[in-house]
């Protein structure tokens, strides 16, 4: 099986969702241009988690599902390429994509690339889908723990093996073996293992109950609810346990909404230069826990306002550092990373070891990179990073920096804030942000480098 190394494919199918349009998909390096002040409108991209969400549902209910506004990414485009597989026909309508049953299928060996949501959806999913399912992808992707959710699922009998190192990919799923029952999960490492048991249950054999020890990244399973929720599927619990009985749903007409962690970088930008920016699209009610972000902007000194319906970010004269628990949205963790060498005082980030098992290490990615970039004493921990307000009142160095993104998107986003204030800043391999924000480049340099 292909593990990443060479271009996907694009079939009719997968060219529902496009490839991406990326300025520099193919450039080796981008130099961000520093001095100047963030000013403009972003109409924020769709929510990559609930694009995963409605795409992975579709292939729990019965009949057609009409995805309203999906995200355009690689992941996205891997899973579609995944539903192919599985029999599906996938084809773009007015707005979004209409995915139905078209054929029967026993068995398929499924690329998830890079996507670990992708690979440990599909891992409770397949569990509960007639046939043979190979599930594989990258050497990153092969080193990001399984063993929580496969061993969950083997409670409540599915038959998974593991053809590698035991709670890795690839594994192979014996697929209609979901029968139900009782389990305990551990998602202290990631909150995608309860978020698959949770989907994938609705179409056990019997009642699953779920008891959760430990739970990271709690958000992204409210996340998942609603999305049950609005495919007419029911959870219920209390005290830690989550109780699913066994629902038939038929398919239906899914909106996407905006995505909160895409929108973080550009409200992080204005905050940082000082500048303003409208973000357009997002839910004031949105259950994404990014949406948290904003909250912490205000902490550091900028005004975060709701008008007209569209949220609007100034920045202050002045960042202040803080200290957070960044547990319920460990993806902004290298965005507050980025604006930490510009605030007074010292900033503190904990309770993030998860962030060692991500796209890369990113904890260690951030330190090495804070220090790369010219900032001293960056302290790392097993489970937090703080960053001195190195440039608070000091210039910061403008020697030439090539910052390793280390093939990780948000690493890729959060350094294009540095080199706003930090000159000479450039991201190697720009093009690793179509993972999750294809468009990333263009909307950044609107609105980050305007001409003058």
């Known amino acids: 099986m292909d593990h990443g190394r060479e271009p996907r494919a694009v079939t009719a199918m997968t060219a529902a969702i496009a490839p991406p349009t990326v300025t520099e998909a193919g450039s080796p390096t981008r130099r961000i241009r520093s001095g100047r002040r963030t000013h403009g409108t972003v109409r924020v991209p769709p929510s990559k988690s609930l694009t995963n969400r409605a795409l ?29 597989r599985l029999g599906y026909a996938v084809e773009k309508v007015a707005g979004g994509l209409l995915i139905r049953p078209e054929r029967s299928v026993e068995g398929a060996e499924i690329d998830c690339g890079a996507s670990g949501t992708m690979l440990r959806f599909l891992t409770a999913s397949l569990a509960t889908r007639s046939g043979t399912w190979t599930l594989d ?31 890795f990919a690839p594994i192979r799923i014996h697929g209609g073996t979901l029968k139900g029952g009782k389990t305990s999960l551990d998602a202290g490492i990631s909150s ?18 779920v008891h959760v020890t430990e739970l990271t990244s709690a958000p992204y399973v409210e996340v998942t609810l609603r999305a049950m929720a609005e495919f007419g599927y029911l959870v219920r619990r209390a005290e ?14 899914f909106v996407v909404e905006a995505d909160y962690s895409s ?17 357009v699209g997002l839910r004031p009610d949105s259950g994404q826990g990014d949406a948290r972000f904003f909250s912490v902007l205000e902490s550091m000194g900028a005004c975060c306002a709701w008008i007209g319906g569209d949220l609007e970010v100034t920045g202050p004269e002045k960042l202040t550092a803080v200290a957070e628990s960044f547990s319920d949205m460990p993806d902004q963790v290298p965005t507050l990373a980025a604006l930490a060498p510009f605030a007074e005082g010292t900033t503190e980030i904990t309770d993030v070891g998860h962030l060692r098992l991500k796209e890369s290490d990113r904890l260690r990615v951030v330190a090495s990179q804070l220090g790369r970039a010219g900032v001293g004493d960056v302290l790392e921990t097993s489970a937090s990073i703080v960053v001195p307000g190195a440039w608070a009142r000091a210039s910061p160095p403008s020697q030439a920096v090539t910052i390793d993104t280390a093939d990780d998107h948000r690493i890729a986003m ?22 999750s924000y294809q468009d990333f480049w263009d909307d950044f340099r609107a609105v980050c480098e305007p001409e003058s």
Request: aromatic residues 4%; glycine residues 10%; proline residues 5%.
């Open 263 to 279: 929108a973080c970088y550009f409200g992080a930008a204005a905050a940082l230069t000082g500048g303003q920016v409208t973000l």
């Open 240 to 253: 830690g346990t989550f109780t699913i009985e066994p629902q038939k749903r038929a398919g239906r007409r």
């Open 192 to 209: 995608q293992f309860l978020s698959a048991l949770l989907m994938a249950s609705v179409r056990a054999e019997q009642r699953v109950s």
């Open 414 to 435: 959060s350094f294009a804030l540095l080199g706003l204030r930090r000159p000479g800043v450039s991201i190697a391999e720009p093009g690793v942000v179509a993972k």
């Open 137 to 167: 992808g990258t050497d990153r992707l092969r080193e990001r723990p399984l063993a929580p959710l496969i061993a969950s699922l083997r409670e409540l009998g599915a038959k998974i093996e593991s053809l590698g190192d035991e709670g």
């Open 56 to 84: 992975n549902l579709s292939l729990l209910v019965e009949g057609e599902t009409e995805i309203i506004r999906p995200l355009e990414s690689e992941d996205a485009r891997a899973m579609v390429e995944a539903l192919e």
